[in-house]
């Protein structure tokens, strides 16, 4: 949805194959392709003979048997999910009932906010409200066996309950959907927060990883340059909307169709969800103005 960043976009991996991606990692990708999934989910396990699944994915009949094959004969000790989006976790507690293990995360859904009136159907078509971990994994919890240890790093602002998780020892974070190789992360109100997001940014640039595997596409080989370089994205981003809001221009369509220029149609709600996320962050400092809740048909006016 931007240019100004590096993407790495050349990505095409054997769908439901999996593949070797750092020492002792697996990633198998799930094929539920879409323009916010890219070529889809990754899921990826941890380990070998006693080994931890990441973000098992859509509950998906092909994609379940996938998984299951290259799993053959080796023991599943925990079933771990950064985030509730339905694209993450369905499949998890199948997998963790049918080899007997536990499901970890941060814990269950919830929205950044209080829903707005009209707001709730988009929210019931994306969240895994139906997820519950057997085991929360708070910020510095964690999960492990004699061979690999996982630290969840508590990263809010894509959802309230967003995880990325530290291979300990090795350098390498899964970063879930809040940091991706290929685009910026979707940060949607009333499920996402701006102001997360970008806390959860200065969180990661202050970490030494070296290697991030996302929850879409490739792998992030230079995280912390990166990261840095989202954060002033966002930065920017901010300011252009500031911007058109002292200019006169009012709704959030108008500002999407100033700022995002060629975007594909399927993505324009979720550009004006971003640029939601943005104003809200704008209205809780002062800011920004609106009458009545902030919503993408409201008006709004910089202060």
């Known amino acids: 949805m931007s240019d100004d960043l590096p993407f790495e976009r050349h990505f095409e991996p054997p769908i439901g194959v999996p593949e070797e991606v750092a020492p002792g990692v697996r990633r ?102 139906d997820f519950t971990p057997d085991v ?28 990325c998780l530290e291979l300990e020892g090795t350098g390498t974070l899964f970063s879930g959907d809040h940091v991706m190789a290929w685009s910026t992360s979707v940060v949607a109100p009333p499920d996402g927060n701006m102001a997360a997001f970008m806390t959860s940014l200065d969180t990661l640039a202050n970490r030494q990883d070296r290697l991030y595997l996302p929850g879409h596409g490739g792998a992030l080989r230079e995280p912390q340059r990166f990261v840095r370089l989202l954060s002033l994205h966002r930065r920017q981003r901010e300011t252009a909307i500031l911007k058109r809001l002292r200019d006169g221009v009012d709704t959030i369509p108008e500002i999407v169709e100033q700022l995002y220029k060629g975007l594909d149609p399927r993505l324009i709600t979720a550009a004006g969800l971003s640029v939601l996320a943005h104003i809200e962050d704008l209205i809780d400092r002062d800011l920004v103005a609106c009458d009545g809740d902030p919503t993408l048909s409201a008006s709004f006016r910089a202060r």
């Open 136 to 163: 929360l994994l708070p910020d510095g919890g964690r999960v492990a066996t004699d061979d690999w240890s996982l630290v969840a790093v508590h990263t809010p602002g894509h959802t309230a309950n967003h995880i």
């Open 28 to 129: 198998i990708v799930a094929p539920n392709s879409s323009p916010f999934t890219f070529r889809g989910t990754n899921t990826y396990i941890v380990g070998t003979g006693n080994v931890a699944i990441i973000d098992p994915g859509p509950d998906d009949a092909a994609h379940r048997a996938a998984i299951e094959q290259a799993i053959e004969g080796e023991t599943v000790a925990a079933v771990v999910v950064t985030h509730t989006h339905r694209d993450h976790s369905p499949l998890a507690p199948i997998m963790a009932t049918a080899h007997g293990a536990g499901t970890y995360a941060f814990g269950p859904h919830r929205s950044a906010r209080p829903p707005h009136p009209g707001e709730d159907q988009r929210l019931d078509a994306s969240n895994d409200t």
